[in-house]
């Protein structure tokens, strides 16, 4: 039997993946297979396989390759680089590595005796009360509220390609009895999701929401990211939603970051062409951004008008029904299409909730493109 792709029910797009017969690591997966297994990453945008609990972390970091030959197959770097952890970022307490794996990232939450090798660690869930400019009430939070974290891509955005493939294998999570819900403050729609659910868009759907005349414009537009932007944004605070930041000034001055080179500052297309799909996904890290650059006039906005404009294009995307929130059970292993979705966090939890998974994405040798348009690469980031 070969292996089989699922589609997800009553899911904007997903599936589920069976393994050929006596197939347990996807990792060792035969040639043949594993083209399907890719093609179905590509359509679905998001696959499950489940029953992979005991996966090894040298597996995970082996499957997660085999979606990229241009990557550093070699090499121990994690897809985020060597300022993940700085003690100014905001990615600073997320997670630990795998010793044995360092590309593996061990993420989650509460207290653990010991993980393959790692012991004596405490795992914070991301959350909505530390990153957010206006949080939950806590009355909000005891009622079962929770938010999108951060809507993200995997991606240093700095002198490292975005990954191709992030791999998540969930070990230890939370009950699927377990219910919490997203109120949109701007609608009051309601979306109830499992606690901890990890919730993904479509960059297509993004893009194909967008009118004729805001997909021409996009296709047309390129993304200059801030040095080190995780840092950069280390004071600052988010949206409600999680889409962008708040503009108040508080961003790192280019003198306060670690040291940059203009060479390797990220300057990226809004709209990615999917090399095997042919779709346009409207892709972009809405909280890192530093300017938009309109390639046919040259213009270039400001980063608070930047902003404004990425949100714009964005916030049609993450309403009710566009949304796949994966509803984890112990074992699956979820592999995403990094450069045709954005995906957040979600969840409250306190510290003596447990949860465990392993993560995993590699930096490409090679940067995502729109077809047709060329992004604006001779544009400096200090010209502001």
């Known amino acids: 039997m070969s292996l089989k792709a699922i589609p997800l029910t009553n899911a904007p797009f997903g599936a589920t993946i069976q393994l ?10 035969g040639q043949e297979d594993f083209d ?5 990453l590509h359509t679905y945008k998001v696959i499950v396989i ?20 241009t990557c ?41 005796e010991e993980d393959n090798g790692l012991k004596d660690f405490d795992l914070t869930q991301p959350s909505q009360r530390t990153f957010h400019k ?16 951060r809507w993200h891509i995997d991606s240093a955005l700095y002198e490292l390609s975005p990954p191709k493939c992030t791999t998540l294998l969930g070990i230890h999570v939370p009950g699927a009895d377990e219910q919490q819900k997203i109120v949109y403050e701007d609608t009051k729609e309601e979306f109830s999701l499992t606690k901890g659910a990890t919730a993904f868009i479509s960059g297509a759907i ?27 944004i280390g004071r600052s605070k988010a949206t409600s939603d999680g889409l962008t930041m708040v503009s108040e000034g508080k961003e790192l ?15 990226l297309p809004l709209v990615w062409t999917d090399p095997i799909t042919g779709e346009h996904s409207l892709q972009v890290h809405g909280c890192c951004i530093f300017n938009l650059v309109r390639n046919k006039t040259g213009e270039r906005l400001g980063l608070e008008e930047s902003r404004q404009e990425v949100y714009r294009l964005m916030r049609p995307a993450i309403a009710p029904k566009h949304v796949y929130a994966h509803s984890w059970t112990a074992g699956d292993l979820v592999l995403f299409s990094n450069r045709q979705l954005w995906h957040s966090v979600t969840g409250e939890f306190s510290k003596d909730d447990k949860r465990l998974m392993h993560q995993c994405n590699i930096a490409s040798g090679e940067d995502p493109v729109c077809e047709g348009h060329p992004v604006a690469s001779d544009i400096k980031v200090r010209n502001v």
């Open 50 to 69: 489940p029953d992979q609990k005991n996966l090894s972390p040298r597996s995970q970091y082996v499957l997660t390759t085999r979606f990229d030959e």
């Open 72 to 112: 550093d197959k070699e090499g121990k770097s994690y897809g985020h680089g060597k300022t993940f952890r700085h003690k100014d970022s905001v990615l600073k307490k997320d997670g630990h590595t795998v010793p044995s794996q360092p590309q593996v990232q061990i993420i989650g939450n509460g207290h653990w």
């Open 253 to 267: 001055s280019f003198d306060e970051l670690p040291e940059w080179e203009e060479s390797k500052v990220k300057k």
């Open 20 to 29: 050929p017969q006596d197939a347990t690591d996807p990792s060792l997966l």
């Open 36 to 40: 399907l297994l890719e093609k179905a």
């Open 206 to 232: 993004a893009f194909n929401l967008l009118s004729k005349g805001d997909q021409e414009l996009a296709m047309n537009t390129t993304v200059v990211y801030a040095p080190h932007p995780y840092i950069f």
């Open 134 to 149: 206006d949080t939950l009430t806590d009355e909000q939070t005891a009622a079962g509220q929770t938010r999108f974290y």
